[in-house]
Nanobody, 122 residues
Framework: QVQLVESGGGLVQAGASLTLSCAAS????????MAWFRQAPGKERDFVAT???????FYADSVKGRLTISRENAKNTVYLQMNSLKPEDTAVYYC????????????????WGQGTQVTVSS
């Protein structure tokens, strides 16, 4: 069993930066594929980025070059560094973990955090 707790969300202006953290409890954190998803009001949950245990990363086209996923296995933590934020980045951001690389499909992930709100004003 893995429990995930996100933090770091908030209200920022367009162009600002923000770093989200996701602290994981449980064993074998380093073996899990970790990912970030987001969900805006009235929309589906969308893939943002994933980082596998071997360091392989994938990003949604809409965030490439602006958002960076990283992980610190010694601290059981995954991060999402967000730069040059845009109003369209406004959403609840969720951290997810998968025993096998889950890719872009949220249904492939086994564990989820409760989410943290990011609001970007124009």
């Amino acid at each position: 069993q893995v429990q995930l707790v996100e933090s770091g969300g908030g209200l920022v202006q367009a162009g600002a930066s923000l770093t989200l953290s996701c602290a994981a409890s449980g064993r074998s954190f380093s073996s899990y594929a970790m990912a970030w998803f987001r969900q805006a009001p009235g929309k589906e949950r969308d893939f943002v980025a994933t980082r596998w245990s071997d360091g392989t990363t994938f990003y949604a086209d809409s965030v490439k070059g602006r958002l960076t996923i990283s992980r610190e296995n010694a601290k059981n933590t995954v991060y999402l560094q967000m730069n040059s934020l845009k109003p369209e980045d406004t959403a609840v951001y969720y951290c997810a973990a998968a025993k096998l690389p889950g890719g872009r499909d949220w249904s492939n992930y086994d564990y989820w955090g409760q989410g943290t709100q990011v609001t970007v004003s124009s």
